[in-house]
């Protein structure tokens, strides 16, 4: 299968099966179904139940004969039933592993499969699947869409050149190193909890570390650890396999997402890559992305090429959201100073000044308008914390710590919008205690309390709001 997988490798230019699949090849965690024409291989498809993923690949001189089509048939006629977790049991040497979110694989007539947490269900029986096509080859393209599959996810592989990185500076009470050997429990703490909502790199237990250490491309001080005053805040795991270098994954904890580690993290591994005689690095991040992307493309990263993932769902080819990489011309910028850009949402909360400032406007604003005013604040306020805020607070939950237009990091708008806020609702507050209520008072409009109420003004309330 090594051989048939190089062979197709050589014709296509991309690795038909991901590292995960070459794991798999020497343990019980997968299925295999093998074509055979003449006694020679000519097509092999592995299904891994535990991720409803499947990767597929043809000899290069036996396709357009039907083995890829015969394949998927086969593993369609299983899927309604309880597969076994193998179909035989080999040891093959030289077998590689992605960590975390797969990668694809590619080739005229080959795929993998969607993890459970992001396969859509079908309306037919069995479970939903889906088929990656590794590089997105022409021949794939159509070969899926023989095959009833359409588009449901996407992973751009992105790259950059290592000339030019230098080291990150690194902030006050963080410190990097590389892995130790007592550091494994803590990293595997911070992994699952960076990616509890990832079912294949969440999952990560002592054996696959383990396994990966095993690997003659490990390196300890390619395993990059930030710690802080809380213990390890984050870490960067780098590969390198002769000139070519990999961000293998980066991951926060959550206690420590918006503080601008994982760019600091990122930083450094290239620093890394590069001292250790690697010229390019690579990476791959889900299309779905965009900030992510953005955050990548700031540091140096363009789109090298694109895995996709053709599922079996009703709601396939709904989903996938496309990034295109388009080319750009380079004009000469002026030296523009760096803080000449205002922070969108501190720009709202000085539009929202601006309302409160004329509910303190006694000389020009009606009493009754001025208390409308302040009412209009405050449900401002509101929605800004229900929308923006929340969505500024998801953006840190994620650990994407991309500074704003205005050179903000998350953590840092987030403090300055708290600290601002509270400026504002004790300003409103004072106004509304010591000059809007005792005026609406002088004539006769008053806010009561509960048990300042008559029997009648009660049962009118009570009527009114049950």
Known sequence: MLALAARAAAADGVEPLNEEAHFALRTDTARHLLAVADGELVGYLQWQPSYRTAQLVVDPAHRRQGHGRSLLGRLRDVLPRSLP????????PGARSRL???KPGDGAEQAAGATDGEAQRPAGDGPAWGVWAFGDLEAAQGFAAASGLAASRGLLVMERPLAGVTAPRVPDGLSLRGFEPQDAEAFLAVNAAAFAHHPEQGALDAAGLASRMSEPWFDPSGLILGFDAEGLAGFHWTKREGGLGEVYVIGVAPRAQGRGYGRVLLEAGLDHLARTGADRVVLYVDMSEPVAVRMYESAGFH?????VLYGSGAEAGAVMTAVEDEDTVELEQPDL???RFSDRELSWLSFNNRVLDLAKDAKRVPLLERARFLAIFSSNLDEFFMVRVAGLKRRMAAGVAVASNSGLMPRELHDAILS?????????????ATDVRPALAQHGIEILRWDELNPDARHQMTGLFE
């Open 85 to 92: 977790k193998t179909a035989f049991a080999t040891e093959i």
């Open 100 to 102: 975390g979110s797969e």
């Open 303 to 307: 789109v090298a090429s694109r895995d």
């Open 337 to 339: 100073p760096a803080d």
């Open 420 to 432: 601002r806020t509270r400026e504002l609702v004790e300003d409103a507050a004072q106004v509304f």
